[in-house]
């Protein structure tokens, strides 16, 4: 077929959804947002459909109470739609690695659609899937029928992520805006940890940033590295302004050498005005980047990421409130157990040392320690504690590789904020974490 005859309207597309169906779409900006954001209005004639989805980024109509009995949702990672969404009892989590969600998810189920994002094709006939290729290209070749949502507007990017569009049953030619995730101003705890991070990262070494202010702040207190090198799950903002001032070069990587080699990319314009037809930037297949022991290929890795609680032993929960959950494992243990594998790599969790949350019985807002002595009833442990290493709050850094309880507990509360630690040492004396001589 040519490539009019492969054109159809988004309403013809949203026809071919039947009850029952499986459908894929991106991840974050590679999602189909034309598709998402219409597929309620198919709700009266479909039932069961299943929409599998990660960090979506859609309106999320259909995930309204209306259409639960039409539409259900299995999120690899959530967004604030789907936190919301979760009480209807259509949504579900799935928990995975990264780097195995596609892969694992394709021995559960088949897609009858993928359904996606894309640069528009150039003049030999490739398009982009443009800012993800953690799963998608590997759900394509899977599923019955792909559909791709090209756009102009997309920025064109290179590494394994083209595709003919001949090989693409179907296409939409839409012309929205890329969605953008909102920058996170680092705040002064952000820039504390942010420094305390940075002294131990080195000229010339590699690095992997997650989301959020502590990351963005990191990025600031790098300004004065020189030579580093990015071997990332997710490209953010932060990290363009680092490669614009020639922080970021990849000068002295010994794998991939002079590329910045990640899976996905979400941020502002300035990112994806970046990424458009930058052959320094290399979208890889997830399964591959993501694999630790492929990030242990590269030298002095430094991975940084975030919690939400931590206990005293060392088990990081950075995805649910007890056991409802918030967000997703995503890379984090992949990531964390790839720099330790790396030679004179390094992983980091940083957290605040504490949070405010409301008061079930008095309604008022009340401060909470982020160091624990268990962690809460239900929550998913993101990052075990044989997995962790470096743990960073504005207190102080707690090196906790080949460490044992013991001195987990001791150098935890070092690092808690001062008018939990007493609580703390109390606490883990009377569950039995620790034992006074």
Request: proline residues 3%; aromatic residues 8%; glycine residues 8%.
């Amino acid at each position: 077929m040519s490539y009019k005859e492969k054109v159809i309207k988004i309403e013809e597309a949203l026809a071919l959804v039947k009850s029952d169906y499986q459908i894929v779409t991106g991840l974050g900006a590679a999602e189909a947002q034309d598709f998402m954001n219409n597929i309620h209005t198919i709700g009266d004639r479909v039932k069961n459909v299943t929409i599998t989805n990660c960090l979506s980024m859609s309106n999320g109509e259909f995930l309204k109470e209306e259409y639960k009995n039409s539409f259900n949702v299995d999120g690899w990672f959530y967004s604030p739609a789907l936190r919301k969404a979760h009480k209807n009892g259509n949504i579900s989590y799935i928990p995975n690695h990264l780097h195995l969600a596609g892969t694992k998810r394709l021995d559960h189920i088949k897609p009858n659609i993928y359904v996606g994002s894309g640069t528009m094709p150039d003049k030999h006939g490739y398009i982009s899937l443009s800012l993800s290729n953690t799963y998608e290209k590997r759900m394509i070749e899977a599923a019955d029928i792909v559909i791709l949502e090209i756009n102009p507007n997309y920025p064109r990017t290179f590494g394994d992520l083209e595709i003919h569009y001949s090989e693409i049953d179907y296409l939409v030619e839409t012309d929205y805006q890329v969605p953008e995730l909102p920058e996170a101003i680092p705040n002064e705890k952000d820039i504390k940890i942010g420094k305390l991070i940075a002294a131990y990262i080195n000229d010339g070494d590699c690095i992997q940033l997650g989301i959020g202010g502590i990351p963005n702040a990191l990025t600031e207190a790098l300004a004065d590295k020189k030579d580093l090198g990015v071997h990332t799950e997710m490209m953010t903002s932060g990290m363009v302004k680092l490669a614009r001032s020639g922080v970021i070069n990849g000068k002295k990587k010994n794998f991939h050498k002079g590329k910045i080699v990640c899976t996905f990319a979400l941020g502002n314009r300035e990112l994806y005005d970046f990424l458009d037809e930058n052959t320094s930037v290399m979208i890889l297949d997830g399964h591959y980047v993501n694999d630790p022991d492929i990030i242990a290929k590269n030298d002095n890795m430094k991975s940084i990421n975030t919690s939400i609680e931590i206990d005293l032993t060392g088990q990081c929960c950075s995805e649910s409130i007890g056991p409802i959950q918030f967000s997703g494992t995503g890379g984090q243990a992949d990531t964390a157990i790839g720099a330790q594998k790396s030679k004179n790599g390094k992983s980091f969790i940083a957290l605040y040392s504490t949070t405010s949350i409301k008061d079930k019985e008095g309604g008022d807002r009340k401060t909470i320690s982020k160091i624990v002595p268990m962690l809460k009833q239900g929550a998913g442990v993101t990052l075990s504690r044989n997995d962790v290493d470096y743990v960073v709050t504005e207190y102080g850094v707690a090196k906790l590789r080949g460490t044992n309880i013991k001195e987990r507990v001791d150098r935890l509360i070092e690092i808690a904020h001062p008018d939990f630690r007493e609580e703390l040492r109390s606490e883990a004396l009377k569950v039995g974490l620790i034992y006074e001589k």
